[in-house]
């Protein structure tokens, strides 16, 4: 089974800057993707990014970008210029590329406030 | 594109009833997924579909609880003699397998049970 770990309950930051929200995995498995969500107050949940495990190259979308380690099992989400919007419940999730296992696995979250 | 769109977004019933949840997936998706999300919490998986069929169900989905996607289109999810504990956000998902990028999920505004 995967599990997905995310050790910082809550974070904030000054408008503007630069925030990374840290993320661990656990699996066995070697064909994986992982995503960050965005869950803002009261809002549906959306996708920020996804990283494909087989590709090195790390994920980029506008601010966002992730530290995809691999071996290490870890995956950050860095938003740089930080705007008031981007204040969410932010998750972390993992799904398996194996047919009847594709399901999200998510961690617990992190609350990111930005502060005008 | 609508979007995943679920009804009704809020619920609130009384301890031994039964209630039933609708999900309407994105028109093109072929998979469909329920999964329940507590306070605090990141979304735990329910069961998921690819058309018709139901393909995986979690250990979390008891005997009270059962979910149908009759057409491969829309999805009900239904829990008889509801107890207070199932108390919880139950989100609905989409995607489209057979792409790739087939694994990225896309939410609906979720269904809010409240048992009183």
């Known amino acids: 089974a995967q599990t997905v770990t995310q050790s910082q309950p809550e974070m904030s930051v000054q408008e503007a800057e630069t925030v990374t929200l840290s993320c661990t995995y656990d699996t066995s498995e070697s064909n994986y993707y992982l995503f960050w969500y965005k869950q803002p107050p009261s809002r549906q949940m959306i996708l920020v990014i996804r990283?494909?495990?087989?590709?090195?190259q790390n994920a980029t979308e506008n601010r966002f970008s992730v530290n995809f380690q691999k071996a290490a099992k870890s995956f950050s989400l860095k938003i740089s210029d930080s705007q008031l919007g981007d204040t969410a419940m932010y998750f972390c999730?993992?799904?398996?590329?194996?047919?009847?296992?594709?399901?999200?696995?998510f961690g617990t979250g992190t609350r990111l406030t930005i502060i005008p | 594109d609508t979007g995943v769109s679920q009804d009704p977004r809020h619920k609130i019933t009384k301890r031994g009833q039964n209630v039933t949840f609708r999900c309407d997936p994105i028109?093109?998706?072929?998979?469909l997924y329920w999964y329940r999300q507590t306070l605090g919490q990141g979304p735990e998986f329910l069961t998921y579909f690819q058309n018709e069929a139901q393909l995986e169900k979690s250990r979390l989905l008891s005997d009270r609880f059962s979910a149908e996607r009759p057409k491969g289109s829309f999805s009900t999810l239904e829990i008889q003699r509801t107890e207070q504990g199932d108390s919880a956000m139950y989100l609905c998902?989409?995607?489209?397998?057979?792409?790739?990028?087939?694994?990225?999920?896309?939410f609906g505004p979720g269904t809010r049970l409240t048992v009183t």
């Open positions: 998902a989409s995607s489209l397998a057979g792409r790739q990028d087939s694994y990225e999920q896309y």
């Open positions: 990283q494909e495990a087989y590709k090195q």
């Open positions: 028109s093109e998706h072929n998979r």
């Open positions: 999730a993992f799904i398996s590329t194996y047919f009847g296992n594709e399901k999200l696995t």
